[in-house]
Every structure is written in structure tokens, then in C-alpha cells.
């Protein structure tokens, strides 16, 4: 069982920055894969960024690619999500998750076992 807990999210201007954390129960957290998704209402839960159990590769969104990194820190069993140049349609409640499929590449939220509960980050224009 990994249980996950996002911070960070909040009210920024477009053009702006923040930081999301995403910290992990258990002593296995090195072995999972871990994504950001996010979600705005009446839409699905859409794939932003994902990292590799070592943190040695990266994948991301087109939407995102160039302003947003995603990085892990193992020893403090956490997970990061830099997002920088916000714009409103960046605006969704955004969810960390863990994905014990490895070799899988992790774009399909179908892939991922555990969630956190969200944290809401609202970009104005």
C-alpha cells in the first residue's frame, strides 16, 4: 500500500509559478513510477508528467513540455511538480499516483494504483 498526499496548489497569476509536493507512505516508494494527472469539471483526467522509479527519465504532456519538470526525491519519499509560465487552462485539481507497471509508459491513468486526494491549482488571467 503506497498512500499519497499532495500540497502546494493554490491562487496564481498567468505567467506565475508554483510548486506541487506529493509525499509517499511506505519504504517502497522507490519502486513505483510516479505521474501527475489533472482534472477540470465535465473533463477526464488528463496525463501531465511522469518519472521512473530511479527518477532517471521523464516524460511529459505537449501542453506542458518546456514549462513544468517533474523530479523525485527517494529519500524523502516525495515527488515534484515545478510548473512555471502558468495559464488559466492550466487551471484543474491536480493528482499525484504511483504505478507499480514499470515497463508500461505511463501516459494512461489506468496505469497507476494509488492517487492522492488532489490538490487545486486556479491560474487567473
Known amino acids: 500500500q503506497v498512500q499519497l498526499v499532495e500540497s502546494g496548489g493554490g491562487l496564481v497569476q498567468a505567467g506565475g509559478s508554483l510548486r506541487l509536493s506529493c509525499a509517499a507512505s511506505g519504504r517502497t516508494f522507490s519502486r513505483y513510477a510516479m505521474g501527475w494527472f489533472r482534472q477540470s469539471p465535465g473533463k477526464e483526467r488528463d496525463f501531465v508528467a511522469r518519472?521512473?522509479?530511479?527518477?532517471?527519465?521523464?516524460n511529459y504532456a505537449a501542453s506542458v513540455k518546456g514549462r513544468f519538470t517533474i523530479s523525485r526525491d527517494n529519500a524523502k519519499n516525495t515527488v515534484y511538480l515545478q510548473m512555471n509560465s502558468l495559464k488559466p487552462e492550466d487551471t484543474a485539481v491536480y493528482y499525484c499516483?504511483?504505478?507499480?507497471?514499470?515497463?508500461?509508459?505511463?501516459?494512461?491513468?489506468?496505469?497507476?494504483?494509488?492517487w492522492g486526494q488532489g490538490t487545486q491549482v486556479t491560474v487567473s488571467s
Open positions: 518519472i521512473s522509479s530511479s527518477g532517471g527519465s521523464t
Open positions: 499516483a504511483a504505478s507499480g507497471y514499470l515497463n508500461l509508459p505511463g501516459f494512461s491513468r489506468y496505469e497507476y494504483e494509488y
